[in-house]
């Protein structure tokens, strides 16, 4: 079946660096989507991407759709406390949609 | 909107027992989907209906496994007989069209089998 892989698993680091994680596919997705998943609740969606070589920007949040449509990263800007949690990349093909493992992100104050 | 509503949020059970986990998704979705959240294997697709008709369900781990969509706003996902390794976070979510950033999850029931 379909795998992706996110790196990196987890990531320590100090309020206001910034954050890059991303996910690759051996497999061609329509549709790659990044979700934060807080404690005890269930995943939100941060952003969509549609197009391959896409670029997209949600606040301090940036996304790419990769060329070749088998990857996507996420940038964090200048991260604040609050962004504390586990961010997911989902690759989606119609009503087909598949996770990675997750990153799962500490910053310090 | 209340968002995906699931129930109960805690479920503690005894291996062998009928677990029941419930889903209530947003009013107007007309997709509905089963998700499993492990440590182990991260968030896997067990079903999804479209229309309360089951489409796929393939993701459904063994015949222990039955979910059921009686109406546009209640499904269930029963286990029976439960087994330890069923723990895990048990998430639905729920869409409207098929634009895959439609997706709503739930918070999510964390089953315990003991």
């Known amino acids: 079946g379909q795998q992706l892989n996110q790196s990196p698993q987890s990531m320590f680091i100090q309020e206001g660096e910034d954050v890059s994680m991303n996910c690759t596919s051996s497999?061609?997705?329509?549709?790659w989507l990044w979700y934060k998943q807080d404690p005890g609740e269930g995943p939100v969606l941060l952003i969509a991407?549609?197009?391959?070589?896409e670029l997209t920007s949600n606040g301090r949040l940036t996304a790419q759709f990769g060329i070749t449509r088998k990857d996507s990263f996420l940038n964090i800007s200048a991260s604040i406390p609050s962004d504390v949690g586990i961010y997911f990349c989902?690759?989606?093909?119609?009503?087909?949609?598949?996770f990675g493992a997750g990153t799962r992100l500490t910053v310090k104050p | 909107d209340a968002g995906v509503i699931q129930s109960p949020r805690h479920e503690v059970t005894e291996m062998g027992q009928e677990v029941t986990l419930r889903c209530k998704p947003i009013?107007?979705?007309?997709?509905l989907f089963w998700y499993r959240q492990t440590m182990m294997r991260g968030l896997e697709l067990l079903i999804y209906?479209?229309?309360?008709?089951?489409?796929?369900d393939s993701g459904m781990p063994e015949d222990r496994f039955s979910a059921k969509m009686p109406n546009a706003s209640f499904s269930t996902l029963k286990i029976q007989p439960s087994e330890p390794r069923d723990s895990a976070v048990y998430f639905c979510?729920?869409?409207?069209?098929?634009?895959?950033?439609?997706?709503?999850f739930g918070s999510g029931t964390r089953l315990t089998v003991v």
């Open positions: 979510a729920s869409r409207r069209g098929s634009e895959p950033h439609g997706y709503t």
């Open positions: 989902a690759g989606s093909n119609n009503n087909d949609m598949r």
């Open positions: 991407l549609y197009k391959a070589g």
């Open positions: 209906f479209n229309n309360n008709v089951p489409i796929d």
């Open positions: 009013s107007g979705h007309d997709y």
């Open positions: 497999s061609i997705f329509n549709t």
